[in-house]
């Protein structure tokens, strides 16, 4: 699914045979599923792809929104959903890949103007090795993301998705300050 | 645990300490800097994840699935893997030569990926270095910075790149994960109206890829003292040439040059490459160390990639790009330069070359149909080579009389490069590592060597939060003085400093 003429454009970024870097991918496929049941799949374009690469920018034109969704390392748990504006796609030692903030950039460079409001939704992964299935923890992970993804989509709308953000964002700071009142404790 | 040290001029002085396999790659890549006990440094160990897991992976499977599985290791070159596993297959299946059209479509989908592989390099990440200058605030090393100064050159890479992306999609079938090419030729001909689309835009896209040699030329002559000394070492070269000593990225015979410019080999069917290349194991690293069996580890490393091939070739065949070439070779005087800022020189030959081959191949009628497999005799051995964007790459396997493979080997570009990616960072930091700090202008200097070569990191793995690149120095003693990292989003990190 990739309508030019869709007003969302989800970017699912993982190789599904390395382990939970399948993350992407697996929401990409039950998102596709899942607007085909609702007959929604013609303002939505989904595209997959190992990596982010500059020419991802292109796919931004015309869209009133764009979500990335990709796996993480390191990252909140299950999940982590966040707004991001454009960045230099600078510093780095390879060309192997873009980050979501730089493929906005991007967009700016080459057409002048502001790339849609845009989100991460960054999925916790554990393990990445080559033939590898998606490990337990990211499979619960996946539930849970699933679970706000479908959310996400069923209201597409700037507005709600960055309140969402914000909701989101201020439970993990709460939660994040709990473990550290309870480790100092 | 100490071992002895390879490059180190007094390796008695020195210590190294183990690094435990968990630890050894954090991130993308990793390069440890180590110091003699007068804080000198004596050696550059560069770790980067490799194709760990490989074998086990392709092991078992249908002789005919590899070509598509084994796009899943590189998702920058996913085109050179499924080329490289069709030629090694070829041999299998009896298809001792491709029908016109099956070859045909096999280099044109082979010279989109070299065409937008090398711009996506040049344009994006190195043009923010050479147009800048490696010493320029880091706010200015962007390619935002290169739009503002030159709006047309981040407009055309990324055009660029989605017309190769085009060309891979229309010969593969899709932008990603194709099944075009299969062991014994391909499973579709190009229809007259894409061939079309594309030609349309052919001599646009030739006007840009030579507009790119020239930016590259005309900053070599702005600072040649920069350009030809940096992080520049010798070594011996490696690249296929084709019929009659041609650049070919698709098909030749292994030849290799000297730091002098002498042959060593020429003409050697690659089949025989195992004996040709040893390749040595060193206890820091996972990618091994290749290495020219006749000279020994010592003297037989080498290099691939552009400035090898175009250095190693005796002519290149579209017209536009030899003109380049010669002038290229007369620049350095009709010697070997081994500078790695020639690489991307080199690189953008390569891709006028590129371009101005797909335009010919998109004339070329036999690409709208015709024969596209044929078989023969089956073996139960094939290897195949194909020359990626960075380098050679050696594709091998071994299938049984059930149809399922018994053993494969690959040699990528990044791995025949490990010694020389070594030697240019440790050129480099014995240049510019001032006392026992790493500074942010070491850490861009050392990005900028790793970026000449653009080594392949395992990337067909992308994940959110994972570390682009960490320079640790380690002094005698084994002991950790300074570690500098840039994340992502290209903050700084120190780490590690006592």
């Not at chain 1, 600078?90 to 460079?109: I, K, M």
């Not at chain 2, 800048?132 to 910075?145: E, K, L």
């Not at chain 2, 330069?337 to 991307?344: D, F, N, R, S």
């Not at chain 2, 195949?384 to 018994?406: S, W």
Request: aromatic share 8%; proline share 5%.
């Amino acid at each position: 699914m990739s309508g030019a003429s869709a007003g969302v454009v989800v970017f699912a970024v993982g190789n599904r045979s390395r382990g939970d870097d399948a993350i992407g991918p697996l929401l990409l496929e039950r998102l596709e599923a899942w607007l085909a049941g609702v007959d929604r799949g013609a303002d939505f374009a989904l595209i997959e792809d190992f990596q982010l690469q500059i020419e991802h920018a292109l796919d931004l034109a015309g869209r009133r929104l764009a979500l990335f969704v990709d796996a993480g390392t390191g990252t909140p748990a299950p999940y982590d959903f966040r707004t991001i504006g454009a960045a230099a796609p600078g510093g780095s030692h390879s060309s192997h890949a873009l980050g979501p903030a730089a493929v906005l950039g991007v967009y700016r460079q080459v057409t002048g103007e502001d790339p849609p409001p845009a989100f991460v939704l960054c999925v916790r992964g554990e393990r990445f090795a080559l033939g590898e299935d998606p490990s337990p923890a990211a499979r619960v992970h996946i539930e849970a993301a699933w679970r706000q993804l479908a959310a996400l989509c069923e209201r597409p709308d700037p507005e709600h998705w960055r309140a969402t953000a914000a909701r989101l964002s201020d439970g993990l700071a709460a939660a994040e300050s709990r473990v550290a009142v309870s480790a100092a404790g | 645990m100490a071992f002895p040290l390879e490059t180190a001029a007094n390796p008695e002085k020195l210590r190294r300490v183990a690094i435990d396999p968990v630890s050894r790659v954090e991130g993308h890549g990793k390069v440890t800097l180590l110091l003699d006990d007068r804080g000198r440094v004596q050696q550059v160990r560069l770790h980067i994840v490799e194709f760990r897991g490989f074998e086990k992976f392709i092991q078992g499977r249908p002789y005919w699935e590899v070509p598509v599985m084994v796009q899943r290791l590189c998702g920058i070159c996913p085109v050179s893997h499924h080329l490289a596993a069709s030629k090694a297959l070829d041999v299998v299946v009896g298809a001792a030569r491709l029908t016109p059209t099956a070859e045909k479509i096999r280099r044109l989908m082979h010279y989109g990926q070299i065409m937008q592989s090398h711009a996506v390099h040049f344009f994006h990440l190195c043009s923010p270095d050479l147009l800048f200058g490696f010493d320029s605030d880091a706010s200015r090393r962007n390619i935002v910075a290169v739009a503002q100064a030159h709006p047309e050159i981040a407009r055309q890479g990324v055009l660029l790149r989605r017309y190769g992306q085009e060309i891979i999609r229309v010969t593969a079938g899709k932008r990603v994960h194709g099944t075009g090419s299969v062991p014994g030729g391909v499973n579709k001909a190009v229809t007259r109206e894409e061939r079309d689309l594309l030609l349309a835009d052919a001599y646009q896209m030739i006007a840009w890829s030579r507009g790119a040699v020239r930016l590259i030329k005309d900053l070599h002559a702005q600072n040649p003292a920069l350009y030809n000394s940096f992080g520049s070492f010798r070594s011996n070269l490696m690249s296929l040439a084709g019929a009659g000593g041609a650049l070919d990225f698709y098909h030749g015979r292994l030849r290799a040059r000297s730091e002098n410019g002498d042959l060593l080999f020429d003409g050697v069917d690659y089949r025989g490459y195992a004996d040709l290349i040893h390749e040595e194991v060193k206890p820091w690293s996972y990618m091994k160390f290749p290495f020219f069996t006749a000279l020994g580890k010592e003297k037989g490393w080498y290099r691939v990639g552009p400035l090898s091939r175009v250095q190693n070739c005796d002519f290149i065949p579209t017209p536009l790009a030899e003109a380049e070439r010669r002038e290229f070779v007369d620049y350095s005087g009709g010697t070997p330069t081994h500078a790695p800022l020639a690489y991307h020189w080199a690189r953008m030959i390569e891709m006028l070359h590129a371009v101005e081959t797909i335009k010919d191949l998109l004339h070329d009628d036999d690409i709208l149909g015709g024969e596209l497999t044929v078989t023969g005799t089956r073996a139960q051995e094939g290897v195949g080579v194909i020359e990626a964007p960075r380098g050679t790459l050696i594709h091998h396997y071994r299938v049984g009389e059930d149809d399922l493979v018994t053993m494969c080997n690959l040699i990528v570009s990044t791995t025949h490069n490990n010694q020389a990616m070594n030697e240019a960072i440790r050129n480099v930091a014995q240049r510019y590592l001032r006392g026992h700090e790493i500074t942010e202008g070491l850490l861009n200097h050392i990005e900028v060597a790793i970026r000449a070569f653009d080594p392949c990191l395992s990337c067909a793995t992308h994940a959110l939060g994972k570390m682009p690149l960490a320079v640790e120095l380690v002094d005698a003693q084994g002991a950790l003085v300074d570690a500098l990292s840039r994340d992502g989003d290209g903050a700084l990190r120190r780490e590690g400093r006592p």
